[in-house]
């Protein structure tokens, strides 16, 4: 039990710190020598010392507390002569058996001990001496352990390993209360996440051996029984189909009966933002009596009907853009969406519509659409005509798609004023397309991986009809370098700051993109130019324009091939904050990339240069800066956000 102490008593006890505080002005230095040996009981000890003359049975029968140990030792290296002075008077000796005195406070005391010392070597006539003062924080020893359900279930153990890991992040480095406490934070994130949402610390402990110079850390985590989703509950759901949002929420793992996971609901919250449905969407769980499955509740405020955007935009590619979008979320007598645009560039034109269904059970949806294009490279002018009618399934980690296209197309050379062939070339498909994506921030990614593969089988529709085949594949990876180095030391009076589940470093990461292509056919095919490979540009091979590399003709313009490769390496590093994420980084790269009609015939084309990226909160802007070695011509490059 812990008694209050009266206000008299604090009264008297603030004078006698007072007049300790004065001592060693009053005292000639043979009593001040007595003082220091012989340590009073610091004012802020646990237990106050009462006043004098005070008597009460309670009192004393009080059993005296021993002695507190010293919070830390001082080691001077001084001439013999003026050591046992300066131990005697350092003000530092007044604080080692102070029971509470934390690491917050011994830096600040550190930070003003050179001051002191040489105040007190003055008064023996040394005027300029040299005083170095070296205090080393405690380094860290941490342990936890837990309670409940998530102790022996053997589902949990993954969750606990990864507790285990926010916990052991503080091994080895200097201890602070702010890091502990941010420690603890993260640990009980990660119990509540899955599972456990009543999860709480029991118990924790820092122990601090100063004569060791080391913190011990003890943290104890009840979770609790494991908890399941409940039934979904939806509200206000009225222009648009209540069953479409249950779906969708079913589709990102948000099912009745399934453990709770604040992942999946927040990403079915993601995925009803993302359908364009829904202006806001908010997924949450209420408690339940029961205590053993929670109901799931959905919030939504819908969007309009029908949408109209308009846009100004521009790109050192395509020069300035104007563009304009109309969404119909609910077609009238289907309930499909449409999707229409209209964007008109310095070399392109594009006119587009694109259909689709409310997704099904399994999350597939019809989809349908149809596009006018014309493009402009060199003297050629590419207008091209598309169909496409299929299926489509968006999920949590993967993509796919079927369908069939009809493609056509025709080229026109300004130089000459003649057609390329005597009449549009046209060609009819069946496609399917598989995405995975597996990057730990789908905006600024720091690691993970993207794969895309697409493939189709077709025949040419011209005179001569022949079969003909290609695929695409299309690969991203990041890769961050170094171990997560250890925060640097804050000034006096600063907090270190560490977010113990980053894994971003002051060296950056690599990323490297690979991209392939082939049509197999026989050479008298006539396959339409929209089905072939051009690349080069901002997000292609640096260094040069837009659609610059393919076959290049006996006029010096530029055709698509049957064969394209693409390969490009970037090293992405932090410019100002050595720690975490930075807001701006710099980049160096190399890109190459090459188009031929016979895949022996690839010669990569090399581009390499150094740009600056900018992570906003809603992707990367980055300003790249490439050289394009067959040229020797550098051109500037700026792309805006992340997509695969």
């Known amino acids: 039990m812990k008694c209050s102490v009266p206000d008299s008593i604090r009264w008297v006890r603030s004078l006698l710190l007072c007049a300790a505080a004065l001592w060693p002005l009053v005292l000639p230095q043979a009593a001040w020598a007595q003082a220091v040996d012989v340590p009073e009981e610091p004012a802020d000890a646990d237990v106050p010392t009462p006043a004098a003359g005070a008597s009460t049975p309670r009192e004393r029968s009080r059993t005296p507390r021993p002695p507190a140990a010293p919070r830390f030792e001082i080691d001077l290296q001084a001439p013999d002569e003026v050591r046992e002075f300066l131990l005697r008077h350092i003000e530092l000796q007044r604080f080692r058996l102070l029971r509470n005195l934390d690491a917050n406070e011994l830096a600040r005391l550190l930070a003003a001990a050179p001051a002191n010392l040489r105040e007190l070597l003055a008064t023996l006539g040394y005027f300029s001496p040299l ?57 009980l994130r990660a119990l509540i996440a899955r599972r456990y949402p009543a999860g709480r610390i029991q118990n924790s402990l820092a122990d601090i051996d100063a004569d060791n110079r080391q913190a011990n850390l003890y943290i104890e985590l009840d979770s609790g029984r494991a908890m399941r989703m409940g039934e979904v509950v939806v509200e206000g759901a009225e222009r648009y189909d209540k069953t479409t949002v249950e779906r969708l929420v079913r589709l990102s793992g948000v099912v009745p009966g399934s453990d709770y996971d604040l992942a999946r609901l927040q990403t079915a919250q993601q995925r009803l933002i993302e359908s364009g449905y829904y202006d806001s969407a908010f997924v949450f769980v209420e408690p339940s009596m029961d205590g053993a499955s929670l109901p799931v509740k959905v919030q939504l405020r819908e969007s309009l009907r029908q949408k109209l955007v308009l846009g100004v935009g521009g790109s050192t590619d395509s020069g300035a853009r104007l563009s304009i979008e109309h969404t119909h979320h609910s077609v009238p007598g289907i309930n499909w969406r449409a999707v229409s645009v209209l964007k008109v560039e310095r070399v392109d034109q594009l006119a587009s519509t694109d259909w689709s269904s409310p997704p099904n059970n399994d999350g597939w949806r019809w989809i349908a659409g149809g596009r006018l294009l014309q493009e402009q490279d060199d003297f050629n002018i590419t207008t091209s005509q598309r169909l496409r009618a299929g299926q489509s399934q968006v999920g ?30 046209s060609s009819i498909t069946a496609n399917y397309a598989w995405t995975r994506r597996r990057f730990d921030d789908p905006i600024s990614p720091n690691s993970g ?18 079969p003909f085949t290609r695929t695409q594949a299309r690969w991203l990876g990041y890769w961050p370098l170094g171990d997560r180095s250890p925060p640097p030391e804050p000034k006096v009076g600063e907090a270190r700051v560490v977010n113990p589940s980053s894994n971003r470093t002051n060296l950056g990461r690599l990323a490297l993109r690979l991209e392939g292509g082939a049509v197999l056919a026989k050479r ?121």
Not at 405 to 417: G, I, K, L, P
Not at 590 to 603: M, Q, T, Y
């Open 131 to 187: 005083v170095d003062v070296i205090g080393p924080p405690a380094l860290t020893e941490a342990a936890d352990t837990a309670a409940g359900d998530i102790a022996t279930a053997p589902e949990a153990a993954e969750q606990r390993e990864t507790i285990q890991r926010q916990v052991r992040v503080m091994q080895g480095l200097p201890f602070s209360q702010s890091d502990w406490d941010r420690t603890k934070d993260a640990a």
């Open 524 to 644: 008298s095919a006539a396959i339409p130019d929209t089905q072939l490979f051009l690349t080069g540009g901002d997000a292609t091979v640096r260094g040069y324009g837009l659609r610059d590399i393919g076959v290049r003709q006996a006029d010096g313009s530029v055709l698509p091939g049957r064969y394209k490769g693409v390969v490009s390496l970037e090293w992405q590093r932090p410019i100002f904050n050595a720690n975490g994420r930075s807001p701006v980084e710099s980049v160096l790269f190399i890109d190459g990339g090459a188009v031929a009609n016979r895949a022996g015939d690839l010669k990569p084309l090399w581009g390499v240069g150094t740009g600056v990226r900018y992570n906003s909160p809603v992707g990367p802007l980055q300003l790249d800066l490439g050289y394009g070695l067959e040229t020797k011509r550098l051109r500037l490059h700026l792309n805006v956000g992340f997509t695969f």
């Open 396 to 425: 949590i980690e993967y993509d796919r798609s079927f369908y069939l296209q009809y493609d056509r197309a025709s080229v026109f050379n300004e130089a000459t004023q003649t057609l390329r062939t005597a009449e549009a070339n």
């Open 449 to 466: 991986y993207g794969l895309a593969v697409e493939l189709g089988v077709g025949y040419t529709l011209g005179t001569t009809r022949l």
